[in-house]
């Protein structure tokens, strides 16, 4: 299960931190990332790293966002600063996890709500 946290409403050049924590029995987590949707547009892809810590991120969020982890907790952030309008969206955490060895799936928490006001 996962569960993100740190939605909210924010003034344009503010900034949001947001956490996403993988409960429940894990043998390994490989990818892990965040994904947004704006009303009316499809779920696109913001953030994503591996768990050699690779990063990649959406042109539009370079330089103004950082994603990380922390293994220990299971655990993924994104710091989001500069905020735009054009961030306002539901962000969804994902996590790539083997629950068992031999086999690893995506797993999608509750998406938590960013609204950034002019």
């Known amino acids: 299960q996962l569960q993100a946290s740190g939605g909210g409403l924010v003034q344009t050049g503010g900034s949001l931190r947001l956490s996403c924590a993988v409960s429940g029995s894990i043998v390994r987590i490989n990818r892990m990332g965040w994904y947004r949707q704006a009303p009316g547009k499809q779920r696109e892809l913001v953030a994503v790293?591996?768990?050699?810590?690779?990063?990649n991120y959406k042109d539009s969020v370079k330089g103004r966002f950082t994603i990380s982890r922390d293994n220990a907790k299971n655990a993924v952030y994104l710091q989001m600063n500069s905020l735009n309008p054009e961030d306002t969206a539901v962000y969804y955490c994902?996590?790539?996890?083997?629950?068992?060895?031999?086999?690893?799936?995506?797993?999608w928490g509750k998406g938590t709500l960013v609204t950034v006001s002019s």
């Open positions: 790293i591996t768990s050699g810590d690779s990063t």
């Open positions: 994902n996590a790539n996890i083997n629950v068992v060895s031999y086999y690893a799936t995506d797993y």
